[in-house]
């Protein structure tokens, strides 16, 4: 059974940073596409981040437009994936959720993908 479990979620200020990390069970994990995606209170979970192998060259990364120059995805060892949120702002405040398919295409459309249970990131004024 494959296992996505998220962790480093909290509380910060606004303008602050926090790096939330997902650890996986994924076997062939270099093969996935990870992805972060969140959801507010009262909104549709929406994709914040995803990083997939492009052939012939290396692991390319996707960002929302609302993160991109302040959140950075990336793999760290052979099975988690990190996302490091910085100069955050309260519209970030969401549960934070980690998930795996086979392709970001795939992943776009959350179905049929592996998914971690959240962690909590708040941002205060």
């Known amino acids: 059974q494959v296992q996505l479990v998220e962790s480093g979620g909290g509380l910060v200020q606004a303008g602050g940073s926090l790096r939330v990390s997902c650890g996986t069970s994924?076997?062939?994990?270099?093969?996935?596409?990870m992805g972060w995606f969140r959801q507010a209170p009262g909104k549709e979970r929406e994709f914040v981040a995803a990083t997939s192998w492009r052939s012939g060259t290396s692991y390319v990364a996707y960002y929302a437009d609302s993160v991109k120059g302040r959140f950075s995805i990336a793999r760290h060892n052979a099975t988690s994936v990190i996302l490091q949120m910085n100069n955050l702002k309260p519209e970030d405040t969401a549960i934070y959720f980690c998930?795996?398919?086979?392709?970001?295409?795939?992943?776009?459309?959350?179905?049929?993908?592996?998914w971690g249970q959240g962690t909590q990131v708040t941002v205060s004024l």
């Open positions: 994924l076997r062939t994990f270099s093969t996935y596409a």
């Open positions: 998930s795996a398919n086979n392709s970001p295409e795939e992943l776009s459309t959350q179905k049929g993908s592996y």
